[in-house]
Nanobody, 122 residues
């Protein structure tokens, strides 16, 4: 069982930055991949970024490549999503997720956080 809690969302102007955190509490020492997804109003949830336990493999959605950076600190069971050069179209609820293997599909993850709102004003 892995419980995830996101934080760091908020309101920012276009061109600004935010850093999302995802704190994981786990009862076992099992390794897990971590992903970030987002869902804008009226749209389906979409993949943003994912990282393996070791950090050796990282995937990004085309829409965020070069602007967002995913990372993790396994010693503190925390994942991060650094978001730079934010655009109004990045406005969404951002969710972190954990699963056994890295995936760009949301059904590849077993555990989800409650989400954190990111709003980018123009």
């Amino acid at each position: 069982q892995v419980q995830l809690v996101e934080s760091g969302g908020g309101l920012v102007q276009a061109g600004g930055s935010l850093r999302l955190s995802c704190a994981a509490s786990r009862r076992t020492n099992s390794v897990y991949a971590m992903g970030w997804f987002r869902q804008a109003p009226g749209k389906e949830r979409e993949f943003v970024a994912a990282i393996t336990w070791s950090g050796g493999r990282i995937y990004y959605a085309e829409s965020v490549k070069g602007r967002f950076t995913i990372s993790r600190d396994n010693a503190n069971d925390t994942g991060y999503l650094q978001m730079n050069s934010l655009k109004p179209e990045d406005t969404a609820i951002y969710y972190c997720a954990a699963g056994k293997v890295i995936s760009m599909a949301d059904n590849g993850y077993n555990y989800w956080g409650q989400g954190t709102q990111v709003t980018v004003s123009s």
